[in-house]
């Protein structure tokens, strides 16, 4: 039997650290032709140019598709454009694709219209705050497999008439060897981030909060007035926001405030020092998706301030906050202090690879995937 032809899109730092474990994976087996298209962030400037990180793991990238200069609508034209061409010249039994951007929903159109199969990780989701949600919904009904990182999201994607055979649960693969990736030594750490860990290390991302008029701006500034009370003992890394709408005025204004100041360091991206870094801080604090998805496997706390991951699954050492500086400072005072037992998380065991390659392996050909029934509601037992 020939190998089963896969093709897996990644669009930037965000959806590469989840993914990167299940593409090793499948370059590693031979009952697969892997390889990646990769686009969107990766291959920008301002977002790291993180597209070396991919190049770094000497995995296949069978194409590369350029989103250019504009706004995200013109970006995802292009990127709509380039998939599609990339999958009609070169015809893949599955493209796997990760989550809720609007470039990763541009690339499914492509596929589509090219007539590929779509697996998708982490359907079924919820973030009320953000855009994301309409994007990874509408995904989930252009997509043929569904990989759900934990129950409730499965339920939703049957909710949504998706078929009991086309849904499986397996866990975020983030967490496969996060442990291990977060032991890199101090030495070579502090090399990457060109500068030294501090005795109180504190890790901050925040993203645009795209259905607030202001793209959160409000939320950012009361935020930077929270680390502004925090005295020098605090070493504070903190990361670039993403491409969505608002990003460069938040990084504009980020690097304003972090200008002079000695123990704040911004970094456009942080690649696979991102654990490594997270283990050694006190506590993850901001809006991203990672603080509570994959934090809570290293051990260390979130404070996920605002409303971007409203409705997003929790585990209890995540400590919500409303954007007001005293209610952050105090919430990071309660991550300080929870027990070691709160570390849980629900999105998975560590073991989630392994799931994904055997569920592919066992999966339809491509011309019954793409026979896709709608499932009515009534007829969901789950």
Not at 144 to 158: G, S, T, V
Request: aromatic share 4%; net charge negative; glycine share 10%.
């Amino acid at each position: 039997m020939s190998p089963r032809r896969l093709r897996l899109l990644t669009t930037g730092r965000a959806d590469w650290n989840i993914l990167a474990p299940v593409a090793c994976a499948f370059h590693d087996d031979p009952a697969f032709d892997f390889g990646l298209i990769v686009t969107g962030g990766h291959l920008d400037v301002d977002q790291g140019l993180t597209v070396e990180g991919v190049e770094a793991t000497g995995l296949p990238i069978s194409d590369r598709v350029p989103w250019g200069q504009g706004s995200p609508a013109v970006r995802s034209a292009r990127v709509l454009e380039g998939v599609a061409a990339a999958l009609t010249d070169d015809t893949p039994d599955m493209l796997i694709l990760l989550g809720d951007r609007f470039e990763t929903l541009a690339a499914a159109q492509g596929a589509t219209l090219a007539g590929v199969p779509l697996v998708h990780l982490s359907g079924g989701d919820v973030t009320e705050g953000a855009m994301d949600d309409a994007f990874r919904h509408a995904l989930t009904k252009l997509s043929h497999l569904h990989l759900a990182f934990h129950e409730p999201a499965a339920r939703r994607l049957r909710h949504m008439g998706e078929a009991l055979d086309r849904i499986h649960v397996v866990g975020n693969p983030a967490l496969d060897g996060l442990i291990e990736a977060s032991r890199m030594p101090d030495a070579e750490l502090e090399r990457r981030l060109g500068a030294p860990l501090g005795d109180r290390n504190l890790l901050v991302t925040f993203h645009p909060v795209t259905l607030q008029p202001d793209h959160g701006r409000a939320e950012l500034e009361g935020l930077l007035s929270a680390l502004d009370g925090l005295d020098d003992r605090w070493t504070l890394w903190v990361t670039a926001p993403n491409a969505d709408p608002g990003g460069d005025l938040i990084r504009e204004r980020t690097r304003q405030w972090a200008e002079g100041r000695r123990n704040v360091h911004v970094c456009a991206a942080l690649g696979d020092a991102y654990p490594a870094l997270a283990a050694r801080c006190r506590a993850v604090l901001g809006n991203s998706s990672s603080g509570l998805a994959e934090i809570p496997t290293l051990g260390v706390p979130t404070v996920d301030v605002g409303l971007r991951q409203s409705g997003r699954l929790a585990g209890p050492s995540v400590i919500w906050s409303p954007a007001d500086p005293a209610a952050i400072l105090a919430a990071l005072a309660a991550a300080e202090a929870l027990r070691p037992d709160a570390m849980l998380n629900p999105y998975g065991d560590g073991r989630s690879v392994p799931r994904i390659v055997s569920i592919l392996k066992a999966t339809p050909s491509r011309e019954v995937l793409l026979r896709k029934p709608f499932v009515d509601l009534e007829h969901d037992h789950g």
